[in-house]
């Protein structure tokens, strides 16, 4: 069990800053989130768009704001624990127990929801029986691909994981890509590839098909495929690959007992605590009169939040507002020389 | 001004008058209609607010941005007259237009 100040769910602009408050008023913090990676939707949903209204920022892409926010990070040694999604939180006299889907627990006076709009997952097929072959014969990511050789591998989907995931894996499985319409929106470099195997006959491209249809017992034999005009195909095949990228979901957060209103959690506006003491949200997933969705306001809202953990976190100490320009204990914590 | 019904699933209308300028997404959140999710706040970085559009009015409205094929292609069911709400405006020429949403957005 991990014993911590705070812990942050979600690895986004507003729970990096919140980390960075929290370290510099003198607490210890953990990072949780889902992703494989630091950024949250900064990262995963526009890493290239620019960005316009981070003070004093006249412009930065959602990947620069990440990489700054890191860098102000630097001085500090915090954990992050990524590619875990928090599932249960559980009242423990004064403190909270939070385990994550890796078995990963935690013990502590305070949790930060910083969640977005939840947890990334995969989206995943709609046609009927589909979670009966789930993690068997479908798949929506690739741990081993050494499972595919000799086999046949209907891959569907039409951006960049479904398009390199045909290219390798024509090299020793039958595959075949089907996409909703004619148009890819992977590179262009593995567009062409795609293209040049198909004429190779490398790859089986059906396009404006979609899956329609699952046939098999204990493991999947076909699948059927419908076109725009209802025409149907069956193709024979060994596994199912969905690459229809990531949709966010509330997920287990629904279930702290925290009040929720389409899908945002309520907080107050002194502590952004939500009804359960100990328990805070801020950032695009808390709700309150004139609640702002930007960025700036995830700032603001982890840095009352952090105050906030310091009562409960030290609750024999006082907690003195300082400056990062003047304070002596902030520069030490910083690593930086004071005058 | 336009008259915009919106269609659940489950058959249910919801009529509403949607004022110039705004998105044909806008008009559910600000009316709060039921079966626009629209996670990403309207910056087409998601697909949640996704909806069929009739074909007789297809052909009338906005065309498809650039990028919002690429963001369909993640939406729940999508289909030949799927669009993003989000990027369709509102305009006195949309009056009467009737969206259908899909069993689900996510």
Redo the contacts between chains.
Sequence with gaps: MIKTDALIIGAGPTGLFTAHQLKLIGLDCEIVDNLDKIGG?CIE??PD?PIYDIPAVPECTGEELTNNLINQLKPFDIKFHLSERVDEVKKDGEKWIVKTNKGTSFTTPNVIIAGG?GSFEP?KF?VEGHEKFENKSILYSIKDKNIFKGKTVSIF???DSALDWAVELSNNSNVNLI???D?F?GAQATVDKVHEFTKSKKINLFTKF?LKKLNGSSKIESIDIED?DKKIKNLKTDYVLGF??L???LGPIANWGLNIDK?TVEVDTEKFETNQKGIYAVGDICNYPGKL?LILSGFHEGALAARACFKLARPNEKYRFEFTTSSKAIKNRLGVKSD | MAKITYKEHNGTNHTVDVQNGLTVMEGAVQNNIPGIDADCGGSMACATCHVYIKEDWFDKINKKNEGEDDMLDQAYEPKKNSRLSCQIIVSDDLDGLVVDMPEKQT
């Design positions: 939707q949903l526009y768009k709009v989206r709609s989907g039409g951006g996409h909703r319409r148009e929106r979609q725009d229809f990228g949709i966010m979901q899908k969705k």
